[in-house]
C-alpha cells in the first residue's frame, strides 16, 4: 500500500525530529546536527525526504543566527554549536523577531501533535543549562538590606547567648 503525500513544511518536520529526540531522550541538552537530519529523513513524515533539512537544521529553523530565509525560531544553537528546541527566553536574532516557533497544530499529523502538548506543558519549562549567566552570581543583590537595622556584632551575640 503507498504512503499518502503529507503536506507539511519542512521547519515543521525539522522540528517535530528534534521535539522527539528532546522526548526520548530526556537527559540531553541538545543534539548534533546530524542527528536531526537523520531523524527527519527516518521519520518521514512527508513522502520522500526532501532538499533543504540540513538548510533548516543548520540556518533557516535557528533563533539566534541571521535569518537568510525564513524568520523561524525553532531551533537554538547551543555553545556546542548543537542545536535544541527553542524556549521563550533565549536570545534571538533580532530580524526574526515575531518567527514561528513551534508548528501549527492542525498542520502536522495527528500522530504528532502530542508533542506540541508536551513541548508546552514540560520541554518550555525545563530552565536552560547553556545561559551565559552564572546561576550563582544571578543571587547578588538578591537580600540586599536584609541586615541593615542590625548591628552584626549584637546579632551574633545574640545567638550564642543560650551556648554553654
Known amino acids: 500500500m503507498l504512503k499518502q503525500p503529507v503536506s507539511i513544511k519542512l521547519a515543521d518536520e525539522v522540528w517535530l525530529a528534534a521535539a522527539l529526540l528532546h522526548r526520548e531522550n530526556p537527559t540531553r541538552e541538545d543534539f548534533t546536527l546530524r542527528e536531526i537530519v537523520e531523524r527527519t529523513i527516518a521519520e518521514s513524515i512527508h513522502e520522500e525526504a526532501r532538499r533543504g533539512i540540513y538548510a533548516h537544521v543548520s540556518q533557516h529553523c535557528v533563533a539566534n543566527r541571521p535569518p537568510n530565509r525564513g524568520r523561524y525560531r525553532m531551533l537554538y544553537e547551543t555553545e556546542k554549536g548543537r542545536r535544541r528546541l527553542f524556549r521563550s527566553g533565549d536570545s534571538y536574532h533580532p530580524e526574526r523577531e515575531g518567527g514561528k516557533i513551534l508548528p501549527d497544530r492542525d498542520e502536522v499529523p495527528e500522530k504528532y501533535r502530542d508533542l506540541i502538548d508536551w513541548y508546552n506543558t514540560k ?42
Open 123 to 164: 520541554f518550555k519549562k525545563i530552565p536552560r543549562r547553556d545561559s551565559k549567566e552564572d546561576p550563582l552570581l544571578g543571587l547578588r543583590g538578591m537580600w540586599k538590606g536584609l541586615w541593615k537595622d542590625e548591628n552584626p556584632d549584637d546579632y551574633v551575640r545574640n545567638l550564642r547567648k543560650d551556648w554553654e
